[in-house]
C-alpha cells in the first residue's frame, strides 16, 4: 500500500542550529515528491518538490531536500534555522500519472528553541 | 492572482444539520481537490473533481458527503446530519493540470481550510 512516514512526531531544535526532518514512502515506483509546510490555523504552501532529475532540490525559504532513490527516502534539511521556521512539516507523494491524489504522512511539528 | 478561497473559514454545527463548504479554485485552474484533516493528523484525500466531474472519490465516506464542482461557481463539499466526528479542517487545493505541459502542471495549491466544528 501507498504510504507516506514520518518518523519524528516533535523536533525541537536551537534558533542558528542546523535541521533534517525524516521522510519516507512506500510506493509502487518512484513518485512525485513534496514537502509542505502550515502554520497555525493555516493553509499549506509548498516548500519544495522533486519530479525528476537532480536529487537534490531547493526550496523556498533556504530548504533543500535530497531524494535517495536506494533508501526511498525524501528528508528536509535547513542549515540555519530562524524562530519563523515553527510550525508543522508535512511530506508527500504523488502518482506520476495525470492528476493524482497527493498522500501526506502524519507531520513532524518543529519548535525552535530561542 | 488570488489563491484558492474557501469560506467560511470557521463554521459550527449542532448535531443533525447540514455543513455546506466552498472553494474557489484559483483563476485558471480547472481541477479541485478536497482534504480532510483531524486534530494531530496529516491531510487524508477525500475527493478529486473536474467541471461537472467526479474523477475520484475514493476517500469519500459512502454516507452522508458528497461534492460537486459545476460548470459555474465554486466547488462546493456537503455533508448531511452532521455528527461529531466530522469536526476537522476541510482543505480544498486546485491545480492547472495541462497533459502537454508537463508535470509542472501537476502542483495542488491549497487554500487557507474550513474548520468545522459540530456541537
Known amino acids: 500500500a501507498q504510504s507516506v512516514t514520518q518518523p519524528d512526531i516533535h523536533i525541537t531544535v536551537s534558533e542558528g542550529a542546523s535541521l533534517e526532518l525524516r521522510c519516507n514512502y512506500s510506493?509502487?515506483?518512484?513518485?512525485?515528491l513534496f514537502w509542505y509546510v502550515q502554520s497555525p490555523g493555516q493553509g499549506l504552501q509548498l516548500l519544495l518538490k522533486y519530479f525528476s532529475g537532480d536529487t537534490l532540490v531547493q526550496g523556498i525559504k533556504g530548504f533543500e531536500a535530497e531524494f535517495k532513490r536506494s533508501q526511498s527516502s525524501f528528508n528536509l534539511r535547513k542549515p540555519s534555522v530562524h524562530w519563523s521556521d515553527a510550525a508543522e512539516y508535512f511530506c508527500?507523494?504523488?502518482?506520476?500519472?495525470?492528476?493524482?491524489?497527493?498522500?501526506f504522512g502524519s507531520g513532524t511539528r518543529l519548535s525552535i528553541r530561542p | 492572482n488570488a489563491g484558492v478561497m474557501q469560506n467560511p473559514r470557521h463554521l459550527v454545527r449542532r448535531r443533525g444539520q447540514e455543513a455546506r463548504l466552498r472553494c474557489s479554485p484559483m483563476k485558471g485552474h480547472s481541477h479541485v481537490y478536497w482534504y480532510r484533516q483531524l486534530p494531530e493528523e496529516g491531510l487524508k484525500f477525500m475527493v478529486y473533481l473536474q467541471k461537472e466531474n467526479i474523477i475520484d472519490e475514493s476517500g469519500m465516506p459512502k454516507e452522508r458527503f458528497s461534492a460537486e464542482f459545476p460548470k459555474e461557481g465554486p466547488s462546493i463539499l456537503r455533508i448531511q446530519q452532521v455528527v461529531r466526528g466530522d469536526s476537522a479542517a476541510y482543505f480544498c487545493?486546485?491545480?492547472?493540470?495541462?497533459?502537454?505541459?508537463?508535470?509542472?502542471?501537476?502542483?495542488?495549491?491549497f487554500g487557507a481550510g474550513t474548520r468545522l466544528s459540530v456541537l
Open positions: 487545493a486546485s491545480s492547472p493540470i495541462d497533459r502537454e505541459m508537463g508535470a509542472a502542471k501537476n502542483i495542488q495549491y
Open positions: 510506493y509502487g515506483a518512484t513518485p512525485y
Open positions: 508527500a507523494v504523488a502518482a506520476r500519472s495525470s492528476a493524482s491524489k497527493i498522500i
